[in-house]
């Protein structure tokens, strides 16, 4: 199967097992997960700090290059635009505030579906990408069970749902956004996000991070026997 169509059978693949395998018109799924090449590529090489792209790439569509390898959009983007969706980020897209709500695209340029050796364009391989995603279905699910129930959403912003963030509209402020005045408020109960502005964690969040680090299972060697406390929500 030629690339292209390879990395687009991937993309439906993903959407159709969110589904529960179950096609509709509406296309009324809750995130889309993508696996590829540079065909589906929307800034995973270029995150990973491979290779620069400069211009004409994306000059088409996005004014400038936008990690994709193409004058503008991908099939996969015409896909998600189709479904009523937002584009896919890079699965290492740690740069603004992408939008992991909807999908990841764990495409990366170079890749193929062996595992990659030491002559390889890229180590991203097909196998890799996979264990990504279960790494990332993993890393959610386990901010769900700390009761998170928000562990994307900003708990002070502005625009809802999914990622109720505009950088236009920092938290606590504000500010005229297409000709209304519009403010980032706060949410009711905070423990429930780990998002507080769209950038920062929350309280209940920090406090999360902080009793895991005191357990002392994540250092090299682990010293968690050593540890004479734990430490005691107040909330």
């Known amino acids: 199967m030629p690339p292209t169509r390879s990395a687009v059978a991937l993309l439906l693949a993903a959407v159709l097992c969110l589904g529960g395998g179950r096609a509709s018109s509406?296309?009324?799924?809750?995130?889309?997960?993508n696996f590829g090449d540079s065909n589906s590529d929307t800034g995973g090489r270029i995150a990973a700090g491979f290779e620069p792209m400069p211009p004409p790439y994306g000059s088409t569509f996005f004014g400038g290059p936008s990690g994709r390898f193409s004058d503008g959009r991908l099939i996969l983007d015409f896909l998600m635009d189709a479904m009523d969706m937002p584009f896919l980020n890079s699965y290492l897209d740690s740069v603004g505030a992408p939008n992991f709500r909807a999908g990841v695209n764990f495409a990366q340029a170079g890749c193929s579906i062996t595992p990659a050796t030491a002559t390889s364009v890229s180590p991203f391989s097909f196998g890799l990408q996979i264990k990504q995603f279960f790494a990332f279905k993993e890393k959610v699910t386990r901010l769900l069970s700390k009761g998170f129930e928000s562990p994307t959403e900003a708990c002070c912003g502005y625009g809802g749902p999914p990622l109720n963030y505009d950088g236009r509209v920092?938290?606590?402020q504000t500010k005229s956004v297409n000709g209304n005045l519009v403010t980032a408020k706060g949410c009711s109960d905070s423990t429930e996000y780990v998002n507080w502005d769209g950038i920062h964690y929350t309280e209940a969040a920090n406090f999360h991070v902080t009793s895991q680090i005191l357990t002392g299972k994540y250092s090299d060697p682990p010293f968690s026997e050593k540890m004479p406390f734990l430490l005691k929500p107040r909330f």
Do not use: S
Not at 26 to 33: E, H, L, M, N, T
């Open 26 to 33: 509406d296309f009324d799924y809750p995130a889309a997960f």
């Open 170 to 172: 920092p938290c606590g």
